[in-house]
């Protein structure tokens, strides 16, 4: 059975390795159609300024959804196949808690590249308020729901304190 589950968990990190190639390579062919739009003479259009905004904020946006795929797929192995692999501290997962709030935040930057996006394309008018309503509605719950977990893992970390502290004076009580 652990064979199998083990089994899941690698061609689940495999197809997030295997996603994040293709929107690289989405990203890659979405630089090159902005390359060819300027030496095909784009660069002497007026309202460039709006379509490299729109363009650069959309590269971004699949750039950083390929990373949080990485992310995700390192997590993963890390948690499942190797707790041992050598990472830069800041890209550790120590539970799949910490995973899921890392992809929170990044849910966040994306909503905010994407409404980013969506306001360098917009005329203006109802639409985008009603658009960057929902975002920031979607950013305030992300945010509260960071603020809860924050907070348990602070008041989880302070009983733990005390309970070693407790510990170490009943030791040194009993010595």
Request: aromatic share 8%.
């Amino acid at each position: 059975m652990i064979v199998f589950i083990r089994s899941l968990i690698i061609i689940t990190i495999v197809a997030l390795l295997l996603g994040a190639v293709i929107v690289v390579a989405g990203g890659i062919a979405e630089l090159y159609q902005v390359l060819f739009y300027l030496v095909g003479g784009g660069i002497a259009e007026q309202g460039l300024g709006k379509y490299l905004a729109v363009n650069m904020t959309e590269l971004i946006d699949l750039f950083l959804i390929a990373i949080v795929l990485i992310i995700i797929a390192l997590g993963l192995f890390q948690l499942f196949i190797n707790p041992d692999i050598d990472l830069p501290d800041w890209l550790n997962t120590s539970s799949l808690e910490s995973l899921k709030i890392r992809l929170l935040v990044v849910i966040v930057v994306l909503l905010s590249v994407i409404f980013l996006g969506a306001v360098a394309e917009s005329e203006g008018g109802i639409a985008i308020a009603g658009l960057g309503i929902g975002v920031a509605a979607v950013i305030f719950a992300i945010g509260y729901i960071l603020s809860i977990y924050i907070r348990t893992s602070l008041a989880k970390a302070d009983r733990e304190s005390r309970n070693s502290g407790q510990e170490k004076e009943s030791a040194g009580e009993s010595g």
